[in-house]
């Protein structure tokens, strides 16, 4: 029903950027809550931020507060998450989720992308 494509991961040192991207096709975009997960290597997959459909509640783990923001593109059908201020903590596996409302538990969202590494070195 809904097909999410995630891009942008990559290598990046300690203390950089990086913007992730997530393309939607199949329903309207702007009718699902969506949400950012990440896994590393041996550990559970966990939320790192989350919003509403409408955008007027957004949750951040406390690990990212201050440094990763969520946006939408309702125009393009496209999510993004800016990540900032990066540490090797971050590296991980980052995948975006679409479901009907937002919430900080992974195994309530419907629609999940593939996945995108990103790497932080030291």
């Known amino acids: 029903q809904v097909q999410l494509v995630e891009s942008g991961g990559g290598l990046v040192q300690a203390g950089g950027s990086l913007r992730l991207s997530c393309a939607t096709s199949g329903r309207t975009f702007s009718g699902y809550a969506m949400g950012w997960f990440r896994q590393a290597p041996g550990k559970e997959r966990e939320f790192v931020v989350v919003s509403s459909r409408s955008g007027g509640s957004t949750i951040y783990a406390d690990s990212v507060k201050g440094r990763f923001t969520i946006s939408r593109d309702n125009a393009n059908n496209t999510v993004y998450l800016q990540m900032n201020s990066l540490k090797p903590e971050d590296t991980a596996v980052y995948y975006c989720?679409?479901?009907?409302?937002?919430?900080?538990?992974?195994?309530?969202?419907?629609?999940w992308g593939q996945g995108t590494q990103v790497t932080v070195s030291s």
């Open positions: 989720a679409a479901g009907k409302a937002a919430m900080v538990t992974w195994r309530n969202y419907d629609y």
